[in-house]
């Protein structure tokens, strides 16, 4: 059968990443290509005639799963989302766990049997649990179903029930869900390839029949595979007992079918995961930081090989070693260094600004720091979502602005945003770009650079309170709020720091508390950064002292 691609989700929740998306090929260049020679439902080659699906439609018929068979608690537009390259399998291995006693010794070897039938076709492996945090559970409960794709959660759930459960079609069609993939005939361009019969389809399973949105998922610019695994039957969820699916060529009655991954099937997963593109260490050296399943820190994985590049195509975020040809540097590969929030809302407001690199990262991702409003802009990785999150402290999901989104840079999020007030709202309008790309007419405030490569401060401007401190100071190796600590140049006994509590700049003898001869309400990271005015005390009272400016006059 010739290679034909069914859809890839790319989603928050749910796994899909092409590393390489080829030319599309419409329905007409296929037909005339010959994609047609399919065998028929019923035919010899395809079992009893019945496909997975419908064994898994039966298993499950007494459940309420998302799309038939799917483990899902999104919102319901969550799915039409993003490229979701950080929810790939690491290292194309899923680690898994066949709960004990839940399966006689002839069923876990069917179970292993449709395992293998990757591991024969793909790079994709299937391995024993040694100790990762996220794995797939496999389980005898009710019905049939699984999750899509890496959650990020642990233990997540594969359940392959009683009967039907265990057909070999079955278990297959549950194991692609897991790797990446959801149902082919709702893929975007479905209606260039089979006709939808409404009135045919059982009324509470209309919404299985719903085509996903070209925003959200990706068929990696390759043809409609009647013949998928993840295919539904020509008749699922039929009221009547006529037709509910009907194709739009010639399959000499084909679609899906139950005896295991079609060559479209075997050719989509070796695109999503770069089987062929992706290069292997030989000589022995594997991560330390990052050992291979089954794997001892410095040895190789149980295939005797590791990957020189993450699954994301990035070497240093997953693997310890950038020498591999081919392998692009992470820790290199700079996004944009300035981002702005905008969009028109009457809701968090101050939140509309410029965000700037600090240079730290936090799970992999940048994190971003505005001076504006004293907030970061960082990647959260939640219990259920990934996430990028406005904030006043990086690593948690707290704060007034968040969007479901796992870029590894600000400026490529395309989520939508939420935004809080008094509960949660989405703001389609609220965007993010790179201060360079901001549509014109949208007001970009004035960003700052670094966080921490500021080495000496002048402080500088009129004399007549604290000429003493009006002098440079060096920075030290301490820090307070997050933030360099300087000693002055010319009194030991003074120094320059923030106050974490209260947003402020101080200058005195007390590291880490608001007391002293001088200080300012800014968040900066360095006081090269200070935008706002100083205020001294003249042995009296505070005073407002416009001339005198911070600026950094040595970089490290």
Not at 403 to 420: K, P, Q
Not at 474 to 502: A, C, I, K, W
Request: glycine share 10%; aromatic share 12%.
């Amino acid at each position: 059968m010739a290679a034909m691609y069914n859809m890839v989700t790319l989603s928050v929740f749910t796994v899909a990443f092409a590393c390489a998306f080829f030319p599309s090929l419409d329905a007409a260049s296929v037909q005339s290509m010959g994609y047609n020679n399919l065998q028929g439902e019923g035919d010899s080659g395809h079992g009893s005639g019945r496909v997975a699906m419908d064994y898994i439609i039966e298993a499950n018929k007494d459940l309420h799963l998302f799309e038939t068979d799917i483990e899902y608690y999104g919102p319901s537009n969550s799915r039409n989302a993003i490229i979701e390259s950080a929810l790939l399998w690491d290292y194309k291995e899923i680690p898994f766990v066949i709960r004990q006693g839940d399966y006689s010794a002839s069923e876990v070897s069917r179970i292993q049997s449709a395992m293998e039938e990757f591991h024969q076709h793909t790079c994709v492996r299937f391995v024993q649990r040694s100790g990762q945090e996220d794995y797939l559970h496999i389980q005898r409960l009710d019905g049939c179903w699984a999750w899509i794709g890496q959650k990020h959660e642990g233990a997540q759930n594969v359940i392959l029930g009683d009967g039907y459960c265990l057909e070999k079609g079955s278990i297959i069609h549950e194991l692609m869900h897991a790797v990446g993939f959801w149902h082919e005939h709702q893929r975007p361009d479905r209606d260039d390839w089979v006709n939808i019969l409404w009135d045919n389809i059982q009324e509470d399973k209309k919404g299985d029949f719903e085509k996903h949105a070209e925003s959200g998922v990706s068929t990696l610019g390759l043809p409609y595979d009647y013949g998928s695994i993840m295919h539904y039957s020509s008749r699922s969820h039929s009221v009547n007992g006529q037709p509910t699916i009907e194709a739009l060529f010639p399959t000499n009655g084909l679609m899906g079918q139950n005896d295991g991954l079609s060559s479209g099937d075997i050719d989509k997963i070796n695109t999503l995961y770069s089987c062929g593109t992706q290069k292997w260490r030989t000589d022995g050296r594997c991560g330390s930081r990052f050992p291979a399943p089954g794997a001892t820190p410095g040895e190789c994985n149980p295939h005797g090989q590791f990957p020189c590049c993450s699954a994301n195509g990035y070497c240093g975020s997953g693997t310890d070693f950038c020498d591999c040809e081919g392998c692009e540097d992470f820790t290199g590969k700079l996004g944009c260094p300035t981002v702005v929030l905008y969009g028109s809302t009457n809701i968090q407001v101050s939140k509309m600004t410029s965000y700037t690199m600090t240079g730290d990262t936090h799970e992999g991702h940048p994190v971003y720091f505005s001076s504006a409003t004293c907030d970061f802009l960082y990647y959260y990785k939640g219990d259920r979502n990934l996430e990028w999150w406005v904030g006043p402290q990086v690593g948690n999901n707290f704060g007034s602005v968040h969007v479901r989104d796992s870029h590894l840079y600000a400026d490529e999020i395309i989520g939508t945003f939420l935004l809080w007030d008094d509960q949660w709202v989405e703001s389609p309008d609220v965007k993010i770009a790179c201060s360079d790309d901001v549509p014109a007419g949208v007001v970009v405030p004035q960003s700052v650079g670094g966080a921490t490569d500021c080495t000496r401060v002048s402080l500088h401007g009129d004399v007549t309170h604290q000429p003493s401190r009006m002098t440079t100071y060096t920075r030290t190796g301490q820090t307070s709020g997050g933030r360099p600590v300087y000693v002055s140049d010319r009194d030991s006994r003074d120094f320059l720091f923030f106050f974490d509590e209260y947003n402020q700049w101080w200058v005195g003898r007390t590291i880490g508390q608001n007391f002293g001869f001088a200080y300012v309400n800014d968040c900066a990271m360095t006081p090269g950064q200070i935008r706002s005015q100083w205020e001294l005390w003249d042995g009296s009272q505070w005073q407002v002292v416009p001339s005198v400016h911070a600026t950094c006059i040595g970089t490290a």
